[in-house]
Antibody, heavy 116, light 108 residues
């Protein structure tokens, strides 16, 4: 069974940092681009970042460039998102997804709340 | 940046009805378009990719059409489990993506 399980969400103050993880099982993780997508409360979906199979190419939505860093560990089948200088606008559920003709497999999401 | 516009924002329909959702791109995305369904408290699920190809396990009542800038998702006979929010998303300038704002299907 394919599973993507996110963790690391929580409550953080503005300006703070958080590191999200996604544990992947049931698929050949190292063969696929992977993506983070977020959804603010009551809002739509927003692509955040994605990363090539070998980690050598990364892309970010403009609003997180310079603050977020996507990475992966193919030996551990793990995807990460380091989030720094967080603002209220980063409050959202963050989903880990497989990047294949859109996003064909999703985790259940982890909630990040930025608030003082 | 390519902007995806979905219409209507909300649609009230009765079970058994045929429903068509629209998605328009601000410039051509060829057939590089996917549709997702999201139910409350759940992650999105891909329904359609390549504008018209059903994803694995998606019922045949769901169909997608269009290319270029105009796309539709049709549900031939609405079932109770289909009441959800539907998003379109282009991947024409992959690896960057843009989603539409969503269409919510409500029970009439």
């Amino acid at each position: 069974e394919v599973q993507l399980v996110e963790s690391g969400g929580g409550l953080v103050q503005p300006g703070g940092s958080l590191r999200l993880s996604c544990a992947v099982s049931g698929l050949s993780f190292s063969n696929f681009w992977m993506t983070w997508v977020r959804q603010a409360p009551g809002k739509g979906l927003e692509w955040v970042a994605n990363i090539r199979q070998d980690g050598g190419e990364k892309h970010y939505v403009d609003s997180v460039k310079g603050r977020f860093t996507i990475s992966r560990d193919n030996a551990k089948n793990s995807l990460e998102l380091q989030m720094d200088s967080l603002t209220d606008d980063d409050t959202a559920v963050y989903y880990c997804t497989r990047d294949l003709l859109g996003m064909d497999i999703w985790g259940q999401g982890t909630t990040v709340t930025v608030s003082s | 940046e390519i902007v995806m516009t979905q219409s209507p924002a909300t649609l009230s329909v009765s079970p058994g009805e045929r429903v068509t959702l629209s998605c328009r791109a601000s410039q051509s995305v060829s057939s590089n378009l996917a549709w997702y369904q999201q139910k409350p408290g759940q992650a999105p699920r891909v329904l359609i990719y390549g504008a018209s190809t059903r994803a694995t396990g998606v019922p045949a009542r769901f169909s997608g059409s269009g290319s270029g800038t105009e796309f539709t998702l049709t549900i031939s006979s609405l079932q109770s489990e289909d009441f959800a929010v539907y998003y379109c998303q282009h991947y024409n300038n992959w690896p960057a993506y843009t989603f539409g704002q969503g269409t919510k299907l409500d029970i009439k």
